[in-house]
């Protein structure tokens, strides 16, 4: 299927939330429209949160397809989250209402998929539709976060989104693992290790 001019359906994706030790991982994936092109793409890191929730909205709108999915805490202790993290990718794109001829993946390493996939380093400031995956992918992470921070109150899940701060490990240190962090991860299983009689 191809869009006219002859332009392909080709799906960016990216996800969000490999670092953090609490909360799920997300991906995205999007397929622009080449007739409604969206001003500002950019890796979802180096856009303020308030620029990100515009661009969220944006590109909701005026993309051909988007799709959002995410791993939970427990396949990525389960998996682990370089597993876990294709995962969300092989979701993000499974749920897209629009089947892509060709996915591009921000970083090393594809997901298997029933398409023809080629990882791009740097994907997400350098394709446009990388970028708008990075940005969906992160912004429904940190809202997320927000959400967790209401659930598990004293860790500032809102403040940091689960990355392993001072703020964050003193946290830990105090109040113990809470059911969004992830066990597997070092600072997290050395906790449950010392606790353990």
């Not at 990216?14 to 997300?26: I, N, Q, Y």
């Not at 995205?28 to 409604?36: G, M, Q, T």
């Not at 060709?102 to 029933?114: A, E, F, I, K």
């Not at 109150?153 to 109040?175: D, I, S, V």
Request: glycine content about 8%; overall charge positive; hydrophobic content about 45%.
């Amino acid at each position: 299927m191809a869009l006219e001019g002859g332009a392909e359906l080709v799906a960016g994706v990216d996800e969000a939330g490999r670092g953090p030790l609490a909360g799920p991982v997300f991906a995205a994936a999007v397929i622009l429209d080449p007739a409604r092109p969206i001003a500002g793409l950019d890796d979802s890191k180096r856009l303020a949160a308030e620029r990100r929730a515009q661009l969220f909205d944006e590109i909701r709108c005026a993309s051909l397809a988007w799709a959002i999915a995410r791993a939970e805490v427990e396949e990525i202790d389960r998996l682990n989250i370089l597993q876990a993290t294709l995962l969300a990718m092989q979701r993000a794109v499974a749920a897209l209402p629009v089947p892509p001829r060709q996915v591009l993946v921000d970083g090393r390493q594809c997901p298997p998929l029933p398409c023809p996939a080629q990882a791009v380093v740097g994907g997400d400031r350098l394709v446009p539709a990388i970028s708008a995956a990075s940005i969906l992918a992160k912004h429904a992470r940190d809202q997320a976060m927000l959400l967790l921070d209401r659930q598990y109150p004293g860790y500032a899940f809102a403040k940091h989104k689960g990355y392993g701060t001072a703020e964050h490990l003193a946290a830990l240190r105090a109040l113990g693992p809470s059911p969004a962090h992830r066990r597997s991860f070092r600072p997290v299983r050395e906790l449950l290790t010392e606790s353990t009689p």
